[in-house]
């Protein structure tokens, strides 16, 4: 069985701020969960991706989704990137500091249903 998905959407107007806020909760995630999940960054209306590149995560460009799917809706766009294990849709403000067992409780729990 694959390793579950974290996933973060991102896309629009970056300021800096959310740059570098965005930059540090990847940064944490990876950090902490780096052999229990994989990481995809799912992107649309950017100008530049390089530094999303530099984040050494896979990238999904969801341009083929913006003429129909808008704002918040992007987020779940395609609703499934891997059918055989769990996603995790985070938000890209959202600082993790320690592993939580909440997600390995999910998981486990609802393993059977994949």
């Known amino acids: 069985m ?8 991102i896309g629009g ?3 800096p701020t959310i740059k570098q806020v965005f930059k540090y909760a ?9 052999n229990e999940f994989d990481f995809v960054i799912c992107h649309n209306n950017i100008s530049s991706t390089k530094w999303l590149e530099n984040l050494n995560i ?12 808008k ?7 395609p609703p499934r990137l891997r059918k055989n294990c769990h996603e995790f849709i ?3 403000d959202q600082i993790i ?4 067992v909440h997600f390995f409780i999910f998981i486990n729990f609802y393993k059977r249903f994949l």
């Open 26 to 34: 990847v940064t944490c995630a990876k950090k902490i969960y780096k």
């Open 58 to 69: 896979d990238l999904y460009d969801q341009e083929k989704y913006e003429s129909t799917a």
């Open 2 to 9: 694959e390793k579950p998905l974290w996933r973060w959407t």
């Open 97 to 100: 500091y320690k592993k939580k």
């Open 90 to 92: 985070v938000d890209n």
């Open 13 to 15: 107007e970056i300021t």
């Open 71 to 77: 704002g918040s809706f992007l987020k779940i766009c």
